[in-house]
């Protein structure tokens, strides 16, 4: 079974995570995209029955870094990148309440 991203959704997407995308590059992704779908497909058809489910394959116990915070960049410069900010702090729209 075929799934095809159009050009539509890919353009959505590029706008709900910011990114300004040309009609060439949409077309681009559109296709791309549509194809990792088809291999995830593909693996659906994979006969899985008798296959026992596997929780954990690793002897690792713990592989992840100490958490240490530093500073990654200033107010300024991350608010540069907010698409609405107000007094030294993001905008966002209201969530909560009657306005």
């Known amino acids: 079974m075929t ?3 159009d050009t539509k ?3 959505n997407v ?3 995570v910011r990114l300004g995308i040309s009609e060439e590059e949409a077309q681009k992704f ?3 995209f549509s194809t990792i779908i088809d291999y995830f497909d593909m693996l659906n ?3 899985t029955e008798n296959v026992p489910p596997a929780s954990d394959i690793t002897t ?3 592989v992840l870094r100490e958490d240490v ?3 990654s960049m200033s107010r300024e410069e991350f608010l540069k990148n907010a698409p609405r900010s107000e007094r030294g702090y ?3 729209p209201t969530v909560l309440g009657d306005e």
């Open 60 to 62: 690792n116990t713990n």
């Open 3 to 5: 799934q095809t991203i």
């Open 14 to 16: 590029a706008h709900l």
């Open 45 to 47: 058809e994979a006969d």
């Open 9 to 11: 959704t890919v353009k």
């Open 90 to 92: 993001l905008k966002v």
């Open 30 to 32: 559109s296709g791309q």
């Open 69 to 71: 915070a530093k500073v």
